[in-house]
């Protein structure tokens, strides 16, 4: 099986290279038993035609290092949201085959994107960790398919918190927004509560 690192790229600059350093090394170490540390710079060479605008640095490795790519990012406009049932859905780690969260985002009707629960916890969106205002903090749920760089960078610097959010809590927050690695809190989408059906 293989596992990504998507890491942003914007006017040759790479971000949040030491939480992606983390969650690529802890990955290894679990999923592939490998106990020595690699450091993503040491690999990663941003070629000219990515050096200006925002681009997906996605990394594609297994035991080894197997392809970076330069992908070029456009923001797609979420403006609702779908509550869909996944409780068989395992997404511990980023793999590359992401069959069984296509799935989940196919039944997402009229909606830009899917909110997924599990066990009637909210986890994640297809791409993103929710994270919920509740008109003076933000909140991220503490049972995430996917422990995101983005977020824990947030939650390190105490800009996001965890709790437990269940399906029946939604009701109390007032908006909801999504990160990810190349979506942080200046450039999320964000949405009002009543449009998470």
């Excluded at 600059?13 to 999923?31: D, G, M, T």
């Excluded at 085959?97 to 994640?124: A, M, P, Y």
């Amino acid at each position: 099986m293989q596992l990504l690192e998507t890491i942003k790229c914007k006017d040759g600059k790479l971000f949040n290279l030491k939480e992606h350093n983390s969650r690529f090394n802890q990955a290894r170490k679990e999923y592939f038993g490998l106990a020595t540390k690699m450091n993503l710079t040491n690999f990663i060479k941003v070629p000219v035609h990515s050096k200006n605008g925002l681009f997906r640095c996605r990394i594609t490795y297994s035991k080894t290092i197997e392809n970076i790519e330069f992908i070029p990012h456009q923001f797609k406009e979420i403006k609702s949201l779908k509550l869909v049932e996944g409780n068989q859905i395992d997404y511990e780690f980023k793999y590359s085959d992401r069959k069984n969260l296509n799935k989940l985002f196919e039944q997402r009707g009229n909606c830009d994107d899917i909110l997924i629960i599990k066990d009637d916890c909210i986890t994640d969106s297809f791409t993103a960790n929710p994270i919920f205002f509740d008109g003076e903090k933000w909140w991220t749920p503490d049972t995430p398919l996917l422990h995101g760089t983005q977020r824990a960078k947030l939650i390190g610097e105490n800009k996001i918190f965890e709790c437990r959010i269940r399906t029946e809590d939604i009701s109390k927050y007032k908006k909801v927004g999504l990160i990810n690695a190349l979506w942080d809190m200046k450039d999320m989408p964000i949405l009002k509560i009543e449009n998470v059906v």
